[in-house]
């Protein structure tokens, strides 16, 4: 990978508009370039997959395995907590031992805990499966951006494939509860875990062949201190916010877990200011495209994983849909996710980063509003299709704005903390989503006092306000503060 300028002394490659024209070598892809993004969009899309396969499963795994209804959160939980608070230190370990040896070892072990969990007779076997599926998720999801970037050259190219990760991202939440569905319903809910071995044997197969290695030249040591404190930070804030949605944002748990969360990344902000070689070096931070741009991703996931939660309530209790009705409801949304990591670099090409992550929030945001207006009518059906493929179109827009600018014009030493931080970003916004919009669903379910067809409906709507809301302020502060990295002036 050529060495990119240093952005840390004020230099950096210029936005997407500002760029000269690519030539001919930079537009069209080798056949191992292809290869490698074939073999790193299958995993990372398998593991966006993961997160929400086994949800509507998760009744029959509790009759099958002898989990206890109250417990049966622990399913998806063990996973969530790993995934998200690993990622970054992982990427930073892929920086130092190499992103191929990393990507290849969490893919081994996504094919063993895999077939771990779909063997599983008891709930022990199978939380630990999931605990390995989410180990797994935070060595790989770092390790692949990272490769994905040092495989193409910043520009068109680099562009598409990240757009094509990040709908394939998005994408794999939503065909994780239709897949979710549909094998527990034709086959076993084992089948979802078992799906995941063929993959991985076959990455395994092509990786090491169209995989370069790749990791800075200059020697990294892991901040142990830095790791310690934001694993364990990351960890207590995922596990208070999925609590909260357990049960509530006042329960002394939930209280107890966010406190911790907050007093661990004030000390993890301590110990980076003192450390030699930090974890995350605080100045990478005060970049506006790093800054800005992962808080434009955290929204983006948060936002859109969660209108899939509230309108599967919506679908099912209101409308009456089985779980495989309401997850084939949501395929639109997939097609319009896919057609958005399509569209996105086409739109960065014409109108910047910036921008496109601006207008497809305003976009995303008034096709969100839109669904305020579904009633117990079964017509209402027509709207949600519309509404929802218009707004995973602009979604994904600006993901794919989210991916290049946090990880574009940054140096090779940097760029698997910059991918680690987006990886978190992303999987940091699909389990916060979910918690505030169900705490504020059922807010509004307890006020109202039952919760019948109309008091869910209530509540859905609710939510939905907050939700197109937050699209919006993202849209207005990203296009107040999100700034251009200052070109050199040497």
Not at 189 to 215: D, G, H, M, Q, T
Not at 359 to 375: K, N
Not at 438 to 461: D, H, K, Q
Request: aromatic share 6%.
């Amino acid at each position: 990978m050529t060495t990119q300028p240093d952005v840390t002394k004020g230099t950096s490659l210029p936005p997407a508009t500002d760029r000269e024209p690519p030539s001919d070598s930079k537009r069209q892809m080798t056949g191992r370039q292809r290869l490698a993004l074939i073999a790193l969009l299958a995993a990372s899309f398998t593991l966006a997959v993961d997160f929400s396969i086994l949800n509507v499963a998760l009744p029959a795994i509790g009759a099958d395995v002898g989990f206890s209804l109250e417990n049966l959160q622990w399913i998806a939980t063990a996973f969530a907590l790993c995934a998200a608070g690993l990622t970054l230190l992982f990427g930073r370990v892929a920086d130092i031992a190499g992103r191929r040896k990393m990507f290849i070892i969490g893919m081994a072990l996504l094919g063993v805990a895999s077939l771990a969990g779909g063997l599983a007779a008891d709930p022990a076997l199978l939380l630990i499966a999931r605990v390995g599926q989410g180990i797994a998720t935070a060595i790989v999801v770092p390790a692949a951006l990272s490769l994905l970037l040092a495989s193409f050259p910043e520009g068109p190219l680099r562009d598409k494939a990240l757009g094509l990760n990040g709908s394939l991202m998005a994408a794999g939440f939503t065909t994780g509860a239709i897949l979710g569905g549909l094998l527990t319903d034709l086959f076993s809910w084992r089948w979802a875990f078992f799906i995941n071995v063929p993959v991985a044997i076959a990455v395994l197969a092509i990786a090491p062949i169209v995989l370069a290695e790749s990791k800075p030249s200059t020697k990294l040591r892991l901040d142990v201190p830095g790791a310690i404190t934001v694993t364990l930070g990351l960890l207590a804030l995922v596990f208070g916010l999925t609590h909260a949605a357990e049960h509530s944002w006042s329960d002394p748990l939930t209280l107890g877990s966010l406190a911790a969360a907050v007093v661990l990344f004030v000390a993890f902000v301590a110990v980076e200011r003192r450390a030699a070689s930090p974890l995350v070096p605080l100045e990478i931070l005060k970049r506006s495209t790093i800054a800005w741009g992962n808080i434009a991703g955290i929204l983006a996931f948060v936002t859109e994983t969660s209108l899939v939660f509230l309108l599967t309530l919506y679908l099912q209790q209101v409308l009456g849909y089985t779980p495989l009705g309401a997850g084939l409801a949501f395929a639109v949304l997939g097609l319009g996710t896919v057609l958005g990591g399509i569209l996105g670099p086409k739109v960065i090409g014409k109108i910047g980063n910036k921008k496109a992550i601006v207008y497809g929030f305003i976009v995303q945001a008034i096709a969100t509003g839109a669904l305020v207006l579904i009633s117990a009518d079964p017509a209402s059906i027509g709207l949600l299709l519309v509404a929802t493929f218009i707004g995973g179109v602009a979604n994904l827009v600006v993901i794919v704005g989210f991916m290049v600018t946090a990880t574009s014009g940054l140096p090779d030493e940097e760029q698997g903390l910059a991918t680690g931080l987006a990886t978190m970003s992303q999987q940091i916004g699909i389990t916060m989503g979910i918690p505030i919009m169900s705490a504020i669903f059922t807010a509004r379910i307890l006020t109202i006092g039952n919760n019948e067809a109309p008091a869910v409906l209530s509540g859905v709507t609710t939510a939905i306000w907050v939700n197109a809301g937050l699209c919006l302020l993202t849209a207005l502060v990203v296009g107040l503060f999100l700034r251009r990295p200052a070109l050199s002036t040497n």
